[in-house]
Every structure is written in structure tokens, then in C-alpha cells.
């Protein structure tokens, strides 16, 4: 019921590019009743990137560096927004051999006969409906061409489904799957070292990309269009690498369960529910993970659950240790940050988290916390170092940390602040 109010009305809109140089983007608004023309803006903000009206519901912009924006238009405007992907020149189109089968409007028979001999799959521009397609232990390259749109999922299931790659710039659409059907993209049961590149993974309903195998790839993966609660990002194991992506998230955007994970270069819009980044549920155990250089153009939390906030520990039972954050912004004030608070008065220790060069907007007027709260009186936090760290353009420090944040402090040592001369 919640997407069916809470978000009545509203849609999110997107369009692939590849480009080098300088991409000009010119925008119309078709319908005058969802998009009122106002200020206009394009976000992450810190690229910089202006507007010019170029008519009375028309305007143009320039982007100069690959990556992803929003595009808002007037107060309202993310309620129906615009997505752009601009991604870098596509320089891994495979090169057709006898080991591939190119695809025109596949459906989920055209791909249990195809010849166990291969160990590719090229899906063509045009659309095609798989299903939940199991990927088999010989196929280890799928490909989405640019203009294909795929309807369904792929799984990998079992250590002999290891070493997949699926990649392009097309798109898997859940939206002809049953609800909570699948995950978009799955592995588990020891299938490591999937790579997923390029896509676009819209109008799904759990999971968009969930790898519970180890030393894995996501990047330039771009997620959006997951309005139901359940509609996490990308969970990725031990050893992987989550770089240059898009997560749209109704659930936690990124899950930091297990050790040696990478996470840089993302953009993120995070809906009512969820976390930025989710520590645990259950009892993960998670040490040496570094998440730099992420923009948050939105989080749409209204509501101050346990599982909410850019870094959330939902659950005592794991633990948690050597932790670096840093280069975080937020485009749009947050209702709050910090949810570092695992429920479950059982042991769940936090140790060594360095949060540096933080700049991030709270909207004081929602009047909520921000948590600092070891699970036990034994199990307590320590060693958190807060470096650079604004809040609404004032640098926190020992002195003002407590009322400028709304900190709530409970079983935790007190932080360490370094601020810049």
C-alpha cells in the first residue's frame, strides 16, 4: 500500500548515452500538468552543470564527464524526474564466434534450446522476455546490446556458474516478472567472480543485483524504477567492487555485509525506506571495506526506523571493524545521518570507522537523531574518527557535535574530530 499512495502519481524517467568530449542534452516538457517549468536543476551539484532555456518549456545543458545525473524541473520536480546516464564510449562490443548465439526477441524456449556447446549470449536490439533464466555452467559471457530490452532476470546459481559476465548498455526489466518473482541478477550457492557492466536494471521488485559470492564486479550499472519496499540495490560479497553506478533504492541502496568490499564513485536516490549503506541484518561480520566519493541527490526518509539513515547497523549478532568513508555529499537535506545503532541487546561490536570529508545538508525542522548507540553495555563503539565532517556548512567537532547533529550517544567512546585549519 505504501508505493500505491505514498508515491501516487509520480514517475522516473531515463535515457541512455555514450559520449567522449562534450554531450549536448536538450530537454522538453511533453506534459505540462506533471512538470511545471521552475528552476532547474542538475544533480550531483557539484559538477556544476547550468541550464539555458531555450523555450517556453524547453532547455539545454551541457555534460563534459561520463556519469549519472538528475534532472529536476521546479519545486517538485524530482516527483517526476529525469534520469541522464551519459556513459563513456563502449569499448568491450564482443566480437562474434562460433561460441556465440545472437538472439532476436528471445523469450524463455529459444534459450533452453540452445546447444550446450556455446558459452555466450548476444541479445540483440528489440525486446525480449525470458523469465527467470537460470543461467547454465556453460555460458559465461551475456551481453545486451544497446537498444535491447530485456524482460527478466538472470540467476547463477551453483560454483560451476562462476566467471558469468553480463554486460552491455541495454536494459532487464522486471516489470513482466511475478511480484518478488526473483532478483534481477542473483548468484549464490558459491558462484564467484560475476561481473555486471553497463546495464540498466529498471522496474524491479526485489533485489536488483544481489551476488552472495565472492571477489565480484558491478560498475556503470545503473538501477532505477524499484518503488516497493524490499527494492534494495546491489549486495555484492566478500572482495568485490561496486564503482561508477546508479542505485534508486526502496530498500538499502548498498548492503556492506562481508569483507574487503570496494564502493566508489557512486550516485545514489534513496526512497522512505532503507539505508544508504546497510551494515547488517542478522549477523554479518564485515571488516577493511572503504566506500570514497558518492553523492546523494536524495533520501526521501520521513520516518526514524532503525533500518533508515546513510549508515545504518540494523541488527546486533555481526560485527563490524576498519571502515573508511569518505567524500560523502548530500545534494538535498536528509531527515538524518547516523542510524549506527544495532538492535538486539546482544554483542555487536563497531570498532575503527573513519568518516572524512563529509558535506551533508540535515533538515533540522524534522526534528530528528542522529545514533551513536553500542547494542550492550559490553559490546560498546570505539575508535570513530569524524574528519572534515560538515553538517549544513559547520564542521563538527567535540564541542558542538552533540547539539549541532542531534547526536544521541550510548555505549560509544567519544569520537575523535579533525577539522582543518
Given at each position: 500500500n505504501t508505493p500505491l499512495t505514498e508515491y501516487k502519481g509520480r514517475t522516473i524517467s531515463f535515457v541512455n548515452a555514450s559520449f567522449s568530449g562534450t554531450m549536448e542534452v536538450e530537454v522538453t516538457i511533453t506534459d505540462g500538468k506533471k512538470v511545471s517549468m521552475g528552476e532547474i536543476r542538475i544533480l550531483p551539484e557539484r559538477f556544476g552543470i547550468k541550464a539555458f532555456k531555450t523555450g517556453v518549456n524547453s532547455f539545454k545543458f551541457n555534460i563534459t564527464k561520463p556519469g549519472q545525473y538528475s534532472v529536476e524541473v521546479g519545486e517538485d520536480g524530482y516527483k517526476n524526474g529525469l534520469l541522464i546516464f551519459a556513459n563513456p564510449i563502449e569499448t568491450d562490443i564482443p566480437q562474434i564466434s562460433k561460441q556465440w548465439v545472437k538472439l532476436k526477441n528471445a523469450n524463455a524456449?529459444?534459450?533452453l534450446?540452445?546447444?550446450s556447446t556455446k558459452s555466450a549470449l548476444y541479445f540483440k536490439p528489440g525486446i525480449h522476455n525470458i523469465g527467470v533464466y537460470k543461467v547454465p555452467a556453460n555460458i559465461k559471457n551475456i551481453?545486451?546490446?544497446?537498444?535491447?530490452?530485456?524482460?527478466?532476470?538472470?540467476?547463477?546459481?551453483?560454483?560451476?556458474?562462476?566467471?558469468v559476465k553480463i554486460y552491455g548498455r541495454g536494459?532487464?526489466?522486471?516489470?513482466?516478472?511475478n511480484f518478488r518473482e526473483s532478483h534481477q541478477i542473483e548468484a549464490l550457492n558459491g558462484a564467484n567472480?560475476?561481473?555486471?557492466?553497463?546495464?540498466?536494471?529498471?522496474?524491479?521488485?526485489?533485489?536488483?543485483?544481489?551476488?552472495?559470492?565472492?571477489?565480484?564486479?558491478?560498475?556503470?550499472?545503473?538501477?532505477?524504477?524499484?518503488?516497493?519496499?524490499?527494492?534494495?540495490?546491489?549486495a555484492a560479497w566478500e572482495g568485490s567492487t561496486i564503482r561508477n553506478c546508479f542505485i534508486w533504492a526502496n530498500d538499502d541502496n548498498i548492503k556492506i555485509y562481508q569483507d574487503n568490499i570496494t564502493v566508489q564513485d557512486v550516485v545514489c536516490w534513496q526512497l522512505s525506506n532503507g539505508a544508504i549503506f546497510q551494515l547488517n541484518w542478522g549477523n554479518m561480520k564485515a571488516k577493511n571495506c572503504v566506500i570514497r566519493n558518492v553523492d546523494i541527490v536524495r533520501a526521501e526518509w520521513h520516518e526514524d526506523r532503525a533500518n533508515n539513515g546513510i549508515l545504518s547497523c540494523r541488527t546486533a549478532g555481526g560485527a563490524?571493524?576498519?571502515?573508511?568513508?569518505?567524500?560523502?555529499?548530500?545534494?538535498?537535506?536528509?531527515?538524518?545521518?547516523?542510524r549506527l545503532s544495532p538492535q538486539g541487546n546482544i554483542s555487536h561490536p563497531i570498532d575503527n570507522f573513519t568518516f572524512k570529508n563529509w558535506d551533508v545538508k540535515m533538515d533540522m525542522s524534522k526534528n530528528k537523531k542522529n545514533y551513536l548507540e553500542g547494542s550492550t553495555a559490553e559490546s560498546i563503539i570505539t575508535n570513530l574518527v569524524f574528519e572534515n565532517f560538515k553538517i549544513n556548512e559547520i564542521t563538527l567537532d567535540s564541542n558542538n557535535y552533540k547539539t549541532l547533529g542531534k547526536f544521541s550517544v550510548k555505549n560509544c567512546l567519544e569520537p575523535k574530530f579533525i577539522t582543518k585549519d
Open positions: 524456449q529459444n534459450l534450446a540452445i546447444n551481453y545486451l546490446a544497446d537498444g535491447a530490452w530485456v524482460y527478466g532476470a538472470f540467476v547463477m546459481d551453483g560454483a560451476d556458474k562462476s566467471d536494459v532487464l526489466s522486471g516489470a513482466k516478472l567472480n560475476i561481473t555486471v557492466s553497463g546495464l540498466t536494471i529498471t522496474d524491479y521488485s526485489y533485489f536488483a543485483v544481489r551476488l552472495l559470492g565472492k571477489n565480484n564486479l558491478v560498475e556503470w550499472t545503473k538501477i532505477t524504477g524499484g518503488w516497493i519496499w524490499n527494492c534494495d540495490g546491489i563490524n571493524s576498519d571502515f573508511v568513508f569518505e567524500n560523502i555529499r548530500t545534494d538535498n537535506p536528509v531527515a538524518f545521518i547516523f
